[in-house]
């Protein structure tokens, strides 16, 4: 097949697009494909996606005052996170923690790790992920009325809490 | 190992011998980590990208090497090199395309890759044959756990592996399914599949990942909730989901048989005739007949052709592997007349 544009090449790059139910197709070589920017246009980016998902922000209390933040160690803005849909280092989970937990929320229903710790974390580390996965457990043995098992788990859980009010390492 | 003895063998995963074979091409999972105290690679100066790939290097070198894991930096390959690694699901086109110091450590089987400065310092990727979730994520977790002794990642008590883009942060895996699905999309089901996946939060994406259109009738599903679920839950859940995807697309691959036997031979065998005498063919159009190929082989209209040929030729048809095997450029006319030689070559007579 020949590209459409150029009439010259071949086409390699096949694209299809449905607008309001209408479907269009365009047959384009590399070269055209990439002067009419196509494999961006069809597409559509994660930073589309975070951006959607960043905008429509109600004034509310909370989210006020956080586009002007900036982190002192890596030197982002939480604008420059909204173009670019991506951080610049660890610290900014810190930094931008007021606009980043909605989103979190929106995107993973849920702002709370309990998957895998590293083994050299701290031990206060540890304990509270520990405590996370614990209480996940509780709430879905209680669900399916394994009570027994639920009372165990609910005793471990006071005992960790105890340390972690007490700081025992 | 160099890059051009990957032509002489093919990846564990295209065997086509894991469970569920007939449907799900591959299972993947992969975990994104970034280094700690180092900045992301997001605003990460040239030079910090040479340290990063230093500071993993040496700790490679020393761990991978005894485990026949070896690194390709990429930055000091050539275009077609990178690409043929892209073709071989190795990396990602993001990888090979991008800028500075970056590499990618890979076993000898192509079981096991870790992308170094990708968007995110680290990328381990382990791919299985067929369906097999379980034993992908146990070889992961023992690869992460081995770099974690001699490296700290970037952690938070409440958002886990702390990661370049949100999409990722918490547990960092991502876990990609690839299914061949020529009866769904024949019977124009597919956007029954794409919907109802999407409302339970798994993306659909074509063969060659992120912004890739499906092509052959393959995709690949994945989860999209990384944060507030342990690493099983994640796959508990992409467990109970698939069956529901092989079950839809078994269901109307007996229907195809029972209601229009004659129409399905005509297309397999055709697209057989097609591939086995072809003398100049397209990538678009070989990667199309073949997964006609692939039903037809599945459902025993076709006997005689391996299922890993049918496999190993949706990988070695592509531009690069075709172009390294002939050792030059190619322009595309010339790589399908290349292309129609090698595919006639691989097929077996019937």
């Known amino acids: 097949m020949i590209c459409e544009k150029c009439s010259k090449n071949h086409a390699t790059v096949h694209v299809t697009e449905v607008v309001n139910g209408v479907k269009k197709e365009a047959h384009l070589c590399d070269e055209c494909a990439g002067k009419a920017g ?10 589309d996606i975070l951006g959607g998902l960043l905008e429509p922000k109600p004034a509310g209390k909370k989210t006020e005052g956080v586009a002007q933040l900036r982190c002192p160690e890596c030197g982002m803005t939480y604008t420059q996170f909204k173009e670019k849909a991506r951080l610049g280092c660890a610290n900014d989970y810190e930094v931008f923690r007021a606009g980043l937990v909605p989103l979190l929320e929106k995107i993973h229903q849920s702002t709370q790790h309990c998957g895998k710790t590293p083994h050299n974390a701290d031990s206060q580390t540890r304990k509270e992920n520990e405590l996370v996965k614990l209480k996940r457990e509780l709430d879905s043995l209680v669900k399916s009325e394994n009570f027994e098992r639920a009372a165990e788990v609910r005793d471990r859980i006071r005992t960790l809490e105890t340390d972690l009010d007490k700081g025992v390492e | 190992m160099k890059v051009d003895d990957f032509l002489g063998q093919s990846g564990e995963w295209l065997k086509g011998s894991g469970p569920e074979s007939d449907v799900v091409i591959s299972s993947r999972v992969r975990l994104a980590r970034n280094l700690h105290r180092f900045p992301f690679l997001t605003i990460a100066p040239p030079s910090e990208r040479t340290q990063v790939e230093q500071f993993v290097r040496e700790r490679f070198d020393e761990l991978l090497a005894p485990r026949k894991i070896q690194y390709f930096p990429l930055a000091r390959m050539s275009q077609l090199d990178r690409t043929l690694l892209v073709e071989r699901h190795l990396i990602s086109r993001e990888h090979a395309q991008g800028e500075g110091d970056r590499g990618v450590a890979i076993a000898q089987d192509e079981s096991t890759s870790i992308m170094v400065n990708e968007e995110d310092h680290l990328r381990l990727q382990v791919l299985r044959s067929g369906l097999n979730l379980e034993e992908a994520w146990e070889s992961l977790d023992r690869l992460d756990t ?4 001699h490296m700290n990642f970037a952690f938070h008590p409440r958002f886990g592996y702390l990661t370049c883009c949100p999409t990722n942060v918490g547990t960092g895996l991502r876990i990609s399914v690839m299914v061949h699905l020529p009866a769904a999309v024949f019977s124009k089901q597919m956007e029954k599949v ?3 996946l999407q409302r339970v939060n798994y993306t659909v994406r074509g063969l060659y990942g992120e912004g890739t259109s499906p092509i052959g009738d393959m995709y690949q599903i994945s989860n999209q909730v990384t944060l507030g679920k342990t690493e099983k839950d994640i796959i508990v859940e992409l467990r109970r989901v698939i069956p529901e995807v092989l079950k839809f697309e078994r269901s109307w691959r007996h229907k195809l048989i029972d209601d229009r036997p004659r129409m399905l031979e005509d ?7 097609i591939l086995k005498h ?3 063919i397209s990538s678009e159009e070989t990667i199309e007949l073949l997964s006609a190929l692939r039903l037809g082989v599945n459902l025993n209209i076709v006997h005689g052709v391996p299922i890993e040929t049918v496999n190993e030729l949706f990988i070695f048809t592509q531009p690069s592997h075709l172009q390294k095997i002939e050792k030059k450029m190619l322009e595309p006319d010339e790589r399908d007349v290349v292309r129609a030689e090698f595919v006639r070559k691989k097929l077996p007579s019937l």
């Open chain 1, 38 to 47: 196509v494999g961006i246009k069809f597409t559509l980016s994660v930073s």
């Open chain 2, 146 to 149: 081995l770099l974690e002794q």
């Open chain 2, 194 to 196: 794409l919907q109802s």
């Open chain 2, 267 to 273: 297309k397999v065998w055709r697209a057989y005739a």
């Open chain 2, 278 to 280: 072809a003398r100049s």
